[in-house]
């Protein structure tokens, strides 16, 4: 996590808020009340979690590899963890995460991040907000050079980006390369510092390994970075790590005949990461994109020829779906290439309670085993995309490499959605990020809302729910904490979901820069919404709803309160037997036609419906310990 920086005379390092406002801001001024800050953070993968304690420096490794060495980070391991491989890599030592959401353009699909949190995602230091030093690094495990010369021509090879998706490194801070000699010191190889301009693009390094030095059973190297330790501060993103022979020199590869996967440029909903299924259903056509979008590379100066396929499948029900493309050829030179699929050749089934979409594009491009000793060079051709289909909204992709906040005490922030058919929301998901100050205890009011009054300064807000929360950080990185609304909405049609912070330490919650949904998000600081216009990105905010597929039969949603309801269809009364204290009713559209309480040693109640239309409602109990819903139909 990180806010831009500019320095002063004395070196010492100065938050700079970026605003989302209406208003470019220079580096000499700093304008509150008008919006968001977003500042860059780190890594909250969902997979760092279930991971070995952390190998501190100085502690016995008795594993011993060969080489060549090689790492994508994209095989099938990285597909489950987020972490280091523990064959190649030292377990947790540095506290990098493997991604695919930090680089830009990378070589292959997957990389590994280093800034400024451990292995937990947790800032090195969280008590004082300046300090920087030695933060991530990423070490092999120990490699048998004993029978290397120089002949051999043996080098490092990798790719490097400062930045990407992330936050930009200040002049001091720096990725340093290091090899261990025979003696056990680690000798400096190679360094570049932040204020080296790349354009934030993916560079290639190759540094020979030519010395007697480093001919030994014990030889290690590794990448150290140097940045500030109060959040994922200056990132640096690594990719297509290999020891072995140097085939050539070049300043854009090693000569390697591969063709990687990239990456996935568009995702199976035009406007979501995730939704509803029966939001989907309801307009499913306008809905879906057109065209699925993937990216490859070749990483050799001559032209390759590759074919390629794509399946969609349905996780859930482990049902493969179909094939939406097969059997196209691309020639790809020296770049990367992009290739498209349609989703209209696979119809999705209908009436079911949930689906995971996997859409898997399959390259084949003819390498072959051997070409680099022990390396499967075809774990790159297979790059994987996701789409949820069950009962929330996720505009996000469920990494947040920023952090966005108001910067006021009572601001408040709202976040737009509509919705293609009535709804009932239930509860509200929220991913708040650790950065620079510990807000745990702190209280804020989660706020939903019909409408936003644009033109009045707020007077005229249609608030449906103010509920107040106390702020506590999910117990594993990258995990969204769900909250339980007071009373269950009945919605429709447009509606807006956020917070409004009741002290002056900003909240900080996790903000995507791989999604967009910037215009969906307002600020209040001053008594007047403003719309987000600079800055593209989505918020780790989701509203959950009630499943109506899934509201079918009495018998699976009674087991949590016992109770009688009859007769259904009802002539305009319906009779209640059970300790129920509490009913609402709600209609198609979302509106709540009936609300009542009872007292609670009453087994035996009646609510008068003969006022209502002939239709299908949705009945909504309530106990002190238990809930229950059911379906219930008027027909007079």
Same mark, same amino acid.
């Given at each position: 996590?990180?806010?831009?920086?500019?320095?002063?005379?004395?070196?010492?390092? +100065?938050? &700079?808020?970026?605003?989302?406002?209406? =208003?470019?801001?220079?580096?000499?001024?700093?304008?509150?009340?008008?919006?968001?800050?977003?500042?860059?953070?780190?890594?909250?993968?969902? *997979?760092?979690?279930?991971?070995?304690?952390?190998?501190?420096?100085?502690?016995?490794?008795?594993?011993?590899?060969?080489?060549?060495?090689?790492?994508?980070?994209?095989?099938?391991?990285?597909?489950?963890?987020?972490?280091?491989?523990?064959?190649?890599?030292?377990?947790?030592?540095?506290?990098?995460?493997?991604?695919?959401?930090?680089?830009?353009?990378?070589?292959?699909?997957? /990389?590994?991040?280093?800034?400024?949190?451990?292995?937990?995602?947790?800032?090195?230091? =969280?008590?004082?907000?300046?300090?920087?030093?030695?933060?991530?690094?990423?070490?092999?495990?120990?490699?048998?050079?004993?029978?290397?010369?120089?002949?051999? @021509? /043996?080098?490092?090879?990798?790719?490097?980006?400062?930045?990407?998706?992330?936050?930009?490194?200040?002049?001091?801070?720096?990725?340093?390369?290091?090899?261990? $000699?025979?003696?056990?010191?680690?000798?400096?190889?190679?360094?570049?510092?932040?204020?080296?301009?790349?354009?934030?693009?993916?560079?290639?390094?190759? +540094?020979?390994?030519?010395?007697?030095?480093?001919?030994?059973?014990?030889?290690? &190297?590794?990448?150290?970075?140097?940045?500030?330790?109060? *959040?994922?501060?200056?990132?640096?993103?690594?990719?297509?790590?290999?020891?072995?022979?140097?085939?050539?020199?070049?300043?854009?590869?090693?000569?390697? /005949?591969?063709?990687?996967?990239?990456?996935?440029?568009?995702?199976?909903?035009?406007?979501?990461?995730?939704?509803?299924?029966?939001?989907?259903?309801?307009?499913?056509?306008?809905?879906?994109?057109?065209?699925?979008?993937? =990216?490859?590379?070749?990483?050799?100066?001559?032209?390759?020829?590759?074919?390629?396929?794509?399946?969609?499948?349905?996780?859930?029900?482990?049902?493969?779906?179909?094939?939406?493309?097969?059997?196209?050829?691309?020639?790809?030179?020296?770049?990367?290439?992009?290739?498209?699929?349609?989703?209209?050749?696979?119809?999705?089934?209908?009436?079911?309670?949930?689906?995971? +979409?996997?859409?898997?594009?399959?390259?084949?491009?003819?390498?072959?085993?051997?070409?680099?000793?022990?390396?499967?060079? @075809?774990?790159?051709?297979?790059?994987?995309?996701?789409?949820?289909?069950?009962?929330?909204?996720?505009?996000?992709?469920?990494?947040?490499?920023?952090?966005?906040?108001?910067?006021?005490?009572?601001?408040?922030?709202?976040?737009?959605?509509?919705?293609?058919?009535?709804?009932?929301?239930?509860?509200? $998901?929220?991913?708040?990020?650790?950065?620079?100050?510990?807000?745990?205890?702190?209280?804020?009011?989660?706020?939903?809302?019909?409408?936003?009054?644009?033109?009045?300064?707020?007077?005229?807000?249609?608030?449906?729910?103010?509920?107040?929360?106390?702020?506590?950080?999910?117990?594993?990185?990258?995990?969204?904490?769900?909250?339980?609304?007071?009373?269950?909405?009945?919605?429709?049609?447009?509606?807006?979901?956020?917070?409004?912070?009741?002290?002056?330490?900003?909240?900080?919650?996790?903000?995507?820069?791989?999604?967009?949904?910037?215009?969906?998000?307002?600020?209040?600081?001053?008594?007047?919404?403003?719309?987000?216009?600079?800055?593209?990105?989505?918020?780790?905010?989701?509203?959950?709803?009630?499943?109506?597929?899934?509201?079918?039969?009495?018998? @699976?949603?009674?087991?949590?309160?016992?109770?009688?309801?009859?007769?259904?269809?009802?002539?305009?009364?319906?009779?209640?037997? *059970?300790?129920?204290?509490?009913?609402? /009713?709600?209609?198609?559209?979302?509106?709540?036609?009936?609300?009542?309480?009872?007292?609670?040693?009453?087994?035996?109640?009646?609510?008068?419906?003969?006022?209502?239309?002939?239709?299908?409602?949705? +009945?909504?109990?309530?106990?002190?310990?238990?809930?229950?819903?059911?379906?219930?139909?008027?027909?007079?």
């Amino acid at each position: 996590m990180k806010y831009s920086k500019f320095h002063l005379s004395l070196g010492q390092k +100065l938050i &700079f808020p970026i605003l989302l406002s209406l =208003f470019l801001l220079s580096a000499s001024q700093t304008l509150y009340g008008q919006g968001l800050v977003i500042s860059p953070i780190g890594s909250y993968p969902s *997979g760092k979690t279930h991971i070995p304690a952390r190998i501190e420096e100085g502690s016995e490794d008795t594993t011993r590899i060969s080489y060549p060495f090689f790492d994508d980070f994209t095989s099938v391991y990285y597909r489950k963890y987020n972490n280091p491989d523990t064959s190649l890599w030292l377990a947790n030592n540095g506290g990098g995460y493997v991604n695919d959401s930090y680089g830009i353009k990378p070589p292959s699909f997957g /990389l590994i991040t280093l800034d400024g949190i451990n292995y937990l995602g947790k800032p090195y230091n =969280f008590t004082d907000r300046f300090i920087a030093g030695e933060a991530d690094n990423l070490t092999s495990r120990r490699i048998d050079l004993s029978k290397t010369t120089t002949a051999k @021509r /043996l080098a490092l090879t990798f790719y490097w980006q400062s930045q990407g998706n992330g936050s930009k490194p200040d002049a001091e801070d720096y990725l340093l390369v290091q090899f261990k $000699d025979s003696l056990g010191n680690w000798v400096n190889q190679w360094q570049r510092n932040g204020n080296v301009n790349t354009e934030n693009t993916f560079q290639y390094v190759s +540094l020979p390994v030519n010395s007697p030095i480093y001919f030994h059973k014990n030889f290690q &190297f590794r990448f150290q970075v140097f940045c500030r330790l109060s *959040g994922a501060y200056d990132t640096w993103n690594l990719d297509y790590i290999l020891l072995d022979s140097l085939r050539r020199t070049n300043v854009r590869t090693q000569g390697i /005949l591969d063709i990687t996967s990239s990456r996935i440029d568009t995702h199976y909903l035009k406007r979501y990461r995730a939704m509803p299924i029966d939001q989907f259903y309801a307009n499913a056509r306008n809905e879906t994109v057109d065209s699925l979008f993937m =990216f490859s590379n070749n990483l050799h100066e001559t032209f390759n020829v590759f074919s390629y396929d794509a399946i969609l499948t349905d996780l859930v029900k482990k049902e493969r779906l179909g094939v939406m493309r097969d059997s196209s050829y691309i020639i790809l030179a020296f770049n990367e290439q992009k290739v498209a699929v349609p989703t209209n050749r696979v119809p999705l089934p209908q009436n079911r309670e949930k689906m995971i +979409l996997e859409y898997k594009f399959r390259m084949n491009t003819g390498e072959k085993d051997g070409y680099i000793k022990n390396v499967n060079l @075809r774990s790159n051709d297979t790059i994987v995309g996701i789409t949820v289909l069950d009962n929330y909204y996720a505009y996000d992709d469920g990494t947040a490499e920023f952090a966005a906040t108001i910067n006021q005490r009572f601001g408040k922030l709202a976040y737009r959605y509509v919705l293609n058919i009535p709804a009932v929301l239930t509860h509200i $998901d929220l991913m708040f990020v650790p950065i620079d100050v510990n807000l745990k205890g702190e209280t804020y009011n989660l706020r939903v809302w019909k409408n936003l009054d644009f033109k009045g300064r707020g007077a005229k807000d249609s608030v449906l729910l103010v509920q107040n929360i106390i702020l506590d950080y999910a117990d594993s990185i990258n995990k969204f904490t769900r909250i339980e609304l007071s009373r269950r909405l009945a919605l429709s049609d447009t509606f807006y979901v956020g917070f409004e912070q009741l002290s002056d330490k900003n909240l900080t919650i996790g903000f995507d820069k791989n999604t967009d949904s910037g215009s969906q998000i307002f600020t209040n600081t001053t008594n007047e919404w403003l719309p987000n216009k600079l800055n593209k990105g989505s918020l780790m905010l989701r509203p959950v709803f009630l499943n109506k597929n899934a509201v079918s039969s009495n018998e @699976r949603y009674w087991t949590h309160l016992p109770a009688k309801i009859y007769p259904n269809p009802s002539n305009g009364e319906l009779i209640i037997e *059970g300790k129920v204290n509490q009913v609402q /009713l709600v209609d198609m559209q979302g509106k709540v036609v009936l609300e009542k309480t009872f007292f609670l040693y009453e087994n035996y109640n009646s609510l008068d419906l003969s006022h209502l239309s002939n239709g299908l409602y949705l +009945l909504f109990l309530q106990s002190d310990t238990a809930r229950a819903i059911q379906k219930v139909v008027i027909q007079k």
